[in-house]
């Protein structure tokens, strides 16, 4: 088992940054890919960005350019950091480890007012 704590959410201004963080523990192994998806009320829950143990990236379309995750792996932790965030980014934030099982946080708020 996996936990994942996800922290860093809260309200900002459109325009505005955040930065998320992820802190895994548990039956860590090596090879891995953390992710963060968003839930916007009244939707799928989508991807936003992943990374690789290895460090390689991938990003959703609506946030690239504005969004950058980036890993701590001697930490087992990832972080999303969100420049000029729209008011289209307010959502739920979860983090997800998966290893050949998938894990998920239980989400952080990220509200973007107008």
């Known amino acids: 088992q996996v936990q994942l704590v996800e922290s860093g959410g809260g309200l900002v201004q459109a325009g505005g940054s955040l930065r998320l963080s992820c802190a895994a523990s548990?039956?860590?192994?090596?090879?891995?890919?953390m992710g963060w998806y968003r839930q916007a009320p009244g939707k799928q829950r989508e991807l936003v960005a992943t990374i690789t143990s290895l460090g390689s990236t991938n990003y959703a379309d609506s946030v690239k350019g504005r969004f950058t995750i980036s890993r701590d792996n001697a930490k087992n932790t990832a972080y999303l950091r969100m420049n000029s965030l729209k008011p289209e980014d307010t959502a739920v934030y979860y983090c997800?480890?998966?290893?050949?099982?998938?894990?998920w946080g239980q989400g952080t708020q990220v509200t973007v007012s107008s």
């Open positions: 548990g039956k860590i192994t090596s090879i891995n890919i």
């Open positions: 997800k480890w998966s290893d050949g099982y998938d894990y």
